[in-house]
């Protein structure tokens, strides 16, 4: 089970930190990502972490200004975006897979968060 709280209202310029712990499972194996899904539009991928050396990726939405990071210990994956926008409004999700790459197919999902960001 992966839970995702610490979404919520932003003003656009603001940094937010989302997280997601696991629990039921240790997912230090699994390799990470999160994905969000604006209003009326489709869940599109936004980072994610690999189990095997911590790669990290990111989509170009958020490139330059987002960190994923993973702490095994705690069973958490983390999110950090800076300089958020409007356009950064959606549900974001987070997702685990033994697979790779990790898709919006991805075998294990937490609920969702939201986060709006304001203009």
């Known amino acids: 089970q992966l839970q995702a709280p610490g979404g919520g209202l932003v003003q656009a310029g603001d940094s937010l930190r989302l997280s997601c712990a696991a629990s039921?499972?240790?997912?230090?194996?699994?390799?990470m990502a999160w994905f969000r899904q604006p209003p009326g539009k489709e869940r599109e991928f936004v980072a994610a972490?690999?189990?095997?050396?911590?790669?990290?990726y990111y989509a170009d939405s958020v490139k330059g200004r987002s960190t994923i990071s993973r702490d095994n210990a705690k069973n958490t994956v983390y999110l950090q975006i800076h300089s958020l926008q409007p356009e950064d409004t959606a549900v974001y999700y987070c997702t685990a897979d033994q697979t790779w790459p990790i898709t919006a197919t991805s075998r294990y999902w937490g609920q969702g968060t939201q986060v709006t960001v304001s203009s």
């Open positions: 972490i690999r189990w095997i050396g911590g790669s990290t």
């Open positions: 039921g499972r240790t997912f230090g194996t699994y390799n």
